[in-house]
């Protein structure tokens, strides 16, 4: 469980690290699992709570077949970022527009992204197949 302050994202790298070495996963899975991770909790601290602090961020990591999942619930603004528009990464920066940057790396990176509301919470999860 993580609260809603960008000092928080520390403590991502050896969720995952202690993931990837009880897997066996390579390190550039683990990389960049760990990359997707920290760009999809760096959206739910930016933009979930405005305003509020000491929110929780409930991450969850588990295997399904040959797939890693890591389930994200927040209480925060719902939002699905999996109706977000991909970023058209062929235009020069100064002519693509602010955001979404990160959701096209989370997309990028991952296998799959799915997202649901439930109970009054965003769950975001972010399958890898790993094997």
């Given at each position: 469980?993580?609260?809603?302050?960008?000092?928080?994202?520390?403590?991502?790298e050896?969720?995952?690290d202690n993931i990837g070495e009880e897997l066996e996963l390579p390190p550039d899975v683990v990389y960049n699992l760990n990359l997707a991770l920290e760009e999809a909790v760096s959206n739910i601290v930016l933009y979930?709570?405005?305003?509020?602090t000491g929110q929780?961020?409930?991450?969850?990591?588990?295997?399904?077949?040959?797939?890693?999942?890591?389930?994200?619930?927040?209480?925060?603004?719902?939002?699905?970022?999996?109706?977000?528009?991909?970023?058209d990464v062929t235009l020069p920066a100064e002519e693509r527009p602010i955001?979404?940057?990160g959701i096209f790396?989370?997309?990028?990176l991952m296998t799959e992204m799915r997202y649901q509301y439930k109970e009054g919470k965003n769950v975001?999860?972010?399958v890898k197949t790993i094997g």
């Open positions: 469980m993580l609260q809603n302050d960008i000092s928080e994202i520390s403590k991502l050896p969720f995952i979930a709570y405005p305003g509020k929780d961020i409930r991450i969850q990591a588990h295997t399904e077949g040959h797939s890693l999942l890591l389930t994200l619930t927040d209480s925060g603004i719902p939002f699905d970022p999996t109706k977000v528009k991909s970023a955001g979404g940057l790396l989370i997309k990028s975001l999860t972010l």
